[in-house]
Structures are given as C-alpha cells and as structure tokens.
Nanobody
Framework: QVQLVESGGGLVQAGGSLRLSCAAS???????????MGWYRQAPGKQRELVAR???????NYADSVKGRFTIARDNANNTAYLQMNSLKSEDTGVYYCHTRSSLREYWGQGTQVTVSS
C-alpha cells in the first residue's frame, strides 16, 4: 500500500516558479526506487492529463506544453518526487496530482492547487 501526499502548490504570477513535492509512504526505499512516478494536472472543465513522468532508471518524459519549463526529479533516499515548474503560464493552472502504480493497482495523491495569475 502506497500513500502519496503532494505539497508546494499556491498562487503565483505568470512567469514565476513553483516546486511541487510528492512524498510517498507505506513503501520501502527499495520499492519506491522501482516505481515510475508521474505528475498529472486537471484544469477546470478539462480531463486530467499527464504532465511529466520519471522512471526507475531516471528516464523522463514530458507533455509538449511543458517541455523546457518543467523538470521532474526523484529522491529515492527520501521516497520523494518533485516537479520544478518555471516560466509558469495561466494555462498551467489546475490541480496537480502525483501518481504511481504497482503491479496490482495505481495510486493517486489528493492533489495540490496551482493557480497562475496573468
């Protein structure tokens, strides 16, 4: 069983930065290091979409809309994943969710609100 808790959201002006954190509990460090970790977001009235993902080996992929602005990282020693968001735009506004999956099921955090004012 894995619990994911996001933090770091807030209100920021366009062009600003935020760093989101996702702390995973209920999993040993060795297991966490094998999990792919992802950040999704959901804007009002829109479907949830993948923003970025980092795999156990460190490979990453990003949505085209955030490439060059967002960076996903992980700290396996502390069971934590991060999303550094720079040059934020109003269209980045939404609830950001941390996600992972095991062989049996997928796990979601409760979400953290990011609001970018123009």
């Amino acid at each position: 069983q894995v619990q994911l808790v996001e933090s770091g959201g807030g209100l920021v002006q366009a062009g600003g930065s935020l760093r989101l954190s996702c702390a995973a509990s209920g999993s040993s460090r060795s297991i966490f290091s094998t999990l792919a970790m992802g950040w999704y977001r959901q804007a009002p009235g829109k479907q949830r979409e993948l923003v970025a993902r980092i795999f156990s080996g460190g490979n990453t992929n990003y949505a085209d809309s955030v490439k060059g602005r967002f960076t996903i990282a992980r700290d396996n020693a502390n069971n934590t994943a991060y999303l550094q968001m720079n040059s934020l735009k109003s269209e980045d506004t939404g609830v950001y969710y941390c996600h992972t999956r095991s062989s049996l099921r997928e796990y979601w955090g409760q979400g953290t609100q990011v609001t970018v004012s123009s």
